[in-house]
């Protein structure tokens, strides 16, 4: 076995012997090494609703099984996403003043009805009649992408492709200067990570950059507001009525939300659909076969890969779920990477089925309230990008094993060494 294989056989080994109280799937490196499955299948079969008595975010509860997820998600009057009870991931310093954090508030830490004001505001974006627009430019984009591959040469797929084309349709959607689009790609990363995590040393070395960033998009924001509105996401901010009393804090955690979604979860599943296409080669061969698979192969991509990997909630209220109680204030993860797997309503959940019935069934967009707003425009760069792979290429090569994002929010990947194959 290579080393990565010795990791995982020691994940299971762990997993299947640790006792439950123990468990602690918030931890990075799992995720680093794609070690957390064995974790999340013992949990949903024996502890569905488990309590972590201690970790790096401090104690919380672990909601693993499907059915539990979509239940917690629509009851957002007792399990709340607002960042003044708590924040809507496990890891309040990386979005909240905490331990040297800086405030990134958005209306994914909203509860309704300051939420849907908030959403509203920039949700014309994805309309019908923007989507269309779009299709035609990542068409364009994305041939270009893929005609400038090497193929039978090592390349690294996160940066080629994945990094490339969504950060393209990022600065189309900001209307941002595409000569200095890779900035968008940093900020994206600086947002979900915390120190010692690889990009930068200290939390003031983050918000210095992410001032940075700040400082950028006021520039943009003080020009668009200027003008008469346009079909971009910061015009549609500048001229909301809505959002004028925004704080300097408020720009910056909308910004952080409109960067991070655009951006980070269609990266993930572009990398991660490459790697699915390694891992079982005669599915890429049947999707090949039968070009209209691609409509369920897309879903699919999203589900198997789950690029956000939990969301968390906090309880407003004393509350008895599944046979536990669940104090008021206590941290809750919905982890939608579990949840994608269980085996009681997905059939065969760790394969890749390109032709899966109900592929769409999947928990990877959230659900309810706080459902991506952009699942359509990533399910349409997804499309476009695998008809062309297909019509390009006879197999995908992941050359070793992939540098992942060490992250228990982002489930991604840093690099992936591919050889694509004529």
């Given at each position: 076995?290579?080393?990565?294989?010795?990791?995982?056989?020691?994940?299971?080994?762990?997993?299947?012997?640790?006792?439950?109280?123990?468990?602690?799937?918030?931890?990075?490196?799992?995720?680093?090494?794609?070690?957390?499955?064995?974790?999340?299948?013992?949990?949903?079969?024996?502890?569905?609703?488990?309590?972590?008595?201690?970790?790096?975010?401090?104690?919380?509860?672990?909601?693993?099984?499907?059915?539990?997820?979509?239940?917690?998600?629509?009851?957002?009057?007792?399990?709340?996403?607002?960042?003044?009870?708590?924040?809507?991931?496990?890891?309040?310093?990386?979005?909240?003043?905490?331990?040297?954090?800086?405030?990134?508030?958005?209306?994914?830490?909203?509860?309704?009805?300051?939420?849907?004001?908030?959403?509203?505001?920039?949700?014309?974006?994805?309309?019908?009649?923007?989507?269309?627009?779009?299709?035609?430019?990542?068409?364009?984009?994305?041939?270009?992408?893929?005609?400038?591959?090497?193929?039978?040469?090592?390349?690294?797929?996160?940066?080629?492709?994945?990094?490339?084309?969504?950060?393209?349709?990022?600065?189309?959607?900001?209307?941002?200067?595409?000569?200095?689009?890779?900035?968008?790609?940093?900020?994206?990363?600086?947002?979900?990570?915390?120190?010692?995590?690889?990009?930068?040393?200290?939390?003031?070395?983050?918000?210095?950059?992410?001032?940075?960033?700040?400082?950028?998009?006021?520039?943009?924001?003080?020009?668009?507001?200027?003008?008469?509105?346009?079909?971009?996401?910061?015009?549609?901010?500048?001229?909301?009525?809505?959002?004028?009393?925004?704080?300097?804090?408020?720009?910056?955690?909308?910004?952080?939300?409109?960067?991070?979604?655009?951006?980070?979860?269609?990266?993930?599943?572009?990398?991660?659909?490459?790697?699915?296409?390694?891992?079982?080669?005669?599915?890429?061969?049947?999707?090949?076969?039968?070009?209209?698979?691609?409509?369920?192969?897309?879903?699919?991509?999203?589900?198997?890969?789950?690029?956000?990997?939990?969301?968390?909630?906090?309880?407003?209220?004393?509350?008895?779920?599944?046979?536990?109680?669940?104090?008021?204030?206590?941290?809750?993860?919905?982890?939608?990477?579990?949840?994608?797997?269980?085996?009681?309503?997905?059939?065969?959940?760790?394969?890749?089925?390109?032709?899966?019935?109900?592929?769409?069934?999947?928990?990877?967009?959230?659900?309810?309230?706080?459902?991506?707003?952009?699942?359509?425009?990533?399910?349409?760069?997804?499309?476009?990008?695998w008809e062309g792979l297909l019509e390009r290429f006879s197999r995908i090569e992941v050359i070793g094993e992939p540098?992942?994002?060490?992250?228990?929010?982002?489930?991604?990947?840093?690099?992936?060494?591919?050889?694509?194959?004529?």
């Amino acid at each position: 076995m290579d080393e990565a294989q010795v990791k995982q056989q020691s994940d299971r080994d762990i997993a299947a012997s640790m006792p439950l109280e123990e468990f602690d799937v918030s931890r990075p490196e799992l995720f680093e090494r794609e070690g957390l499955h064995p974790y999340f299948e013992r949990m949903r079969r024996e502890a569905p609703v488990h309590y972590c008595k201690d970790s790096h975010v401090g104690p919380f509860w672990s909601i693993t099984k499907f059915n539990d997820i979509i239940e917690m998600e629509k009851n957002h009057k007792i399990f709340s996403s607002d960042v003044s009870v708590g924040s809507f991931v496990l890891d309040d310093t990386t979005l909240n003043a905490v331990d040297g954090g800086i405030d990134l508030p958005n209306f994914l830490g909203m509860d309704p009805p300051k939420h849907d004001i908030h959403r509203m505001a920039v949700s014309p974006i994805m309309a019908p009649e923007n989507l269309a627009r779009f299709e035609a430019l990542i068409q364009d984009r994305t041939t270009t992408v893929l005609d400038g591959l090497p193929v039978g040469e090592t390349f690294d797929w996160v940066d080629r492709v994945s990094i490339e084309l969504t950060t393209m349709m990022l600065a189309t959607l900001l209307d941002f200067p595409f000569e200095d689009r890779r900035k968008l790609t940093r900020w994206s990363d600086l947002i979900t990570t915390r120190p010692g995590q690889g990009l930068v040393a200290s939390w003031e070395e983050r918000e210095a950059e992410l001032m940075e960033c700040l400082g950028y998009f006021q520039g943009l924001y003080d020009e668009r507001k200027s003008l008469p509105p346009k079909p971009d996401l910061i015009s549609m901010l500048a001229h909301s009525p809505e959002m004028q009393d925004f704080s300097p804090t408020d720009f910056l955690g909308m910004l952080a939300l409109l960067i991070v979604g655009g951006n980070d979860t269609t990266r993930s599943s572009m990398s991660g659909g490459a790697l699915a296409c390694h891992l079982f080669p005669e599915e890429f061969s049947k999707a090949k076969a039968d070009r209209s698979l691609v409509a369920t192969m897309v879903p699919e991509i999203v589900r198997w890969q789950t690029p956000i990997a939990h969301m968390r909630r906090t309880a407003l209220e004393d509350v008895e779920f599944h046979g536990h109680t669940i104090k008021k204030g206590d941290k809750i993860a919905m982890w939608y990477l579990s949840g994608n797997r269980d085996e009681d309503v997905i059939d065969r959940p760790m394969d890749f089925i390109v032709d899966r019935p109900r592929a769409r069934y999947h928990l990877s967009f959230g659900f309810g309230i706080h459902r991506c707003l952009g699942n359509r425009l990533a399910e349409m760069q997804l499309r476009i990008l695998w008809e062309g792979l297909l019509e390009r290429f006879s197999r995908i090569e992941v050359i070793g094993e992939p540098v992942r994002v060490p992250s228990n929010l982002i489930h991604g990947f840093l690099e992936m060494s591919v050889k694509l194959h004529a």
